[in-house]
């Protein structure tokens, strides 16, 4: 009777020990996918891949054994490619958008005197809001000298997001940068899910081509589109942004600042957007998921965006930043 129960004692510990998760193999598997899906991967090892081996060997080189020594030897890899848009996260961040969980803040518009209209737009999250904002206050913003769009704290969202404000301000062309998306299959597989762009075709494999949703009706902003069209009123634009603004927010403010009315104002940019359109895949479902971005700027990795972010015409002090912009518009033509 005693031998039996320590037999199944034994048993039981060694199914136990082989039920547990293999973090080193999960480790390697993430590591796998990121040099597969990640758009930077060829840039940030470009003329050191001798150096990434080396620092991808000393990780390998002490056993994992749970889950926080994975998170920590996970976000020192990732540290090495410096893209803020390559990222670990500790839930399903896609799922927390798609159940609309994302913070909402509050999109505001109003009048700050007779001659000043401010809107509010804390993220490009959702085209219906910015959309839903802007039709709201057409009719005072096309009918006063200034606009103040404070887009601080904007981390990003759709490029889509922000074409209804892009008229308004226009003075000539505004050029939207070209992106290259990573055709792989993992890749073409999320974005095809969002949107139609056909079939899998081994071919495309690990190359470089034009993002394949810019022919999608779904997709409204196209790479290299034009949007034109110059209205007299607001004759002047501030565009209040800080280091929060990323992406999307980012993408936007690249449009403005093609505007002969628009002057940006505050401080440099986060530097999240040479990266982008990104994908979730997981690690250990419901405690380790990673972003990987899918596309790049074509021509990258020169004119660089995220080494240094998107600096401002004017900077500002940290405090009563709108009262600095109004005294900005009492001096301006």
């Known amino acids: 009777m005693k031998h039996t129960t320590l037999t199944l004692l034994i048993l039981f510990l060694f199914q136990a ?9 999960k480790y390697r598997e993430a590591i796998a996918s990121i040099e597969k899906n990640y758009a930077g991967f060829k840039d940030k090892t470009a003329e050191k ?22 998170k920590k030897r996970l976000k020192t890899y990732i540290s090495f490619f410096d893209d803020n848009h390559l990222k670990l996260y500790e839930f399903d961040a896609e799922k ?11 999109f505001n518009f109003k009048m700050l005197d007779d001659n000043t209209c401010y809107l509010k737009i804390p993220h490009f999250m959702y085209k219906s809001r910015v959309d839903s904002l802007i039709n709201h206050s057409i009719d005072s913003i096309s009918s006063k000298k200034n606009l103040i769009i404070d887009i601080r704290g904007n981390g990003g969202g759709g490029d889509d997001s922000f074409s209804s404000i892009l008229p308004i301000i226009a003075t000539n062309d505004m050029y939207i940068r070209n992106i290259e998306f990573l055709a792989t299959k993992a890749n073409w597989e999320f974005v095809n899910s969002v949107l139609d762009i056909g079939k899998w075709k081994e071919e495309y494999d690990d190359q470089m081509i034009p993002a394949p949703w810019i022919s999608s009706r779904k997709f409204l902003v196209k790479g290299n589109d034009e949007i034109n069209g110059v209205n007299e009123f ?7 942004v800080d280091r929060e603004v990323g992406s999307a ?9 093609q505007s002969f009315k628009v002057k940006v104002f505050g401080e440099n940019t986060g530097g999240t957007i040479d990266y982008s359109n990104c994908r979730h895949f997981k690690v250990i479902k419901d405690k380790i998921y990673i972003q990987a971005p899918t596309t790049k700027f074509s021509g990258l ?9 998107i600096a401002p015409d004017f900077y500002l002090n940290k405090e009563n930043q709108i009262e600095q912009v109004l005294k900005y518009f009492e001096i301006w033509r």
């Not at 020990?17 to 193999?25: G, I, K, P, W």
């Not at 891949?49 to 994975?70: M, N, Q, V």
């Not at 607001?234 to 209040?240: F, Y």
């Open 96 to 106: 927390y958008v798609a159940k609309k969980q994302y913070k909402i803040k509050a």
């Open 249 to 257: 927010g980012e993408q936007f403010l690249f449009c403005a600042k």
């Open 49 to 70: 891949e001798d150096y990434y081996e080396y620092f991808k060997a000393e990780l390998e080189k002490d056993s994992i054994r749970g889950l926080s020594t994975l």
């Open 234 to 240: 607001p004759k002047n634009v501030a565009v209040l």
């Open 301 to 309: 990795p020169v004119n660089q965006i995220d080494k240094h972010g």
């Open 17 to 25: 020990l082989y039920a547990q998760v293999d973090y080193h193999s």
